[in-house]
């Protein structure tokens, strides 16, 4: 579940996880904020295969909603 408000995309809370837009496609990424820098990093171990991945934002950070679709607010493990 996400929370797609206004309010969590534009002002990310460090080390959450978010669903992104990067690189021509949709993800989960863990997300910080960190001077200009918004920095997703995945959770997988493999950090070779999933590098983090930096983007160089304004001041402002009013592009964060452009990448940030929404928080994740709710994870449920299914067994199958």
Same mark, same amino acid.
Do not use: F, Q, W
């Given at each position: 579940? /996400?929370? $797609?408000?206004?309010?969590?995309? #534009?002002? +990310?809370?460090?080390?959450? @996880?978010? #669903?992104?837009?990067? !690189?021509?496609g949709?993800?989960?990424?863990?997300? #910080?904020?960190? %001077? %200009?820098?918004?920095? /997703?990093?995945?959770?997988?171990?493999?950090? *070779?295969?999933? +590098?983090? @991945? !930096? @983007? &160089? $934002? !304004?001041?402002? &950070?009013?592009?964060? +909603?452009?990448? /940030?679709? %929404?928080? #994740?607010?709710? *994870?449920?493990n /299914?067994?199958?």
């Amino acid at each position: 579940l /996400l929370d $797609c408000s206004d309010a969590k995309r #534009a002002r +990310p809370v460090n080390g959450r @996880i978010y #669903a992104v837009n990067v !690189e021509g496609g949709s993800t989960l990424k863990r997300g #910080a904020v960190i %001077g %200009g820098v918004l920095l /997703l990093s995945s959770d997988n171990v493999d950090k *070779a295969e999933y +590098p983090m @991945i !930096e @983007i &160089h $934002c !304004e001041d402002d &950070h009013t592009e964060l +909603p452009s990448y /940030l679709v %929404g928080e #994740a607010v709710l *994870a449920l493990n /299914l067994l199958v």
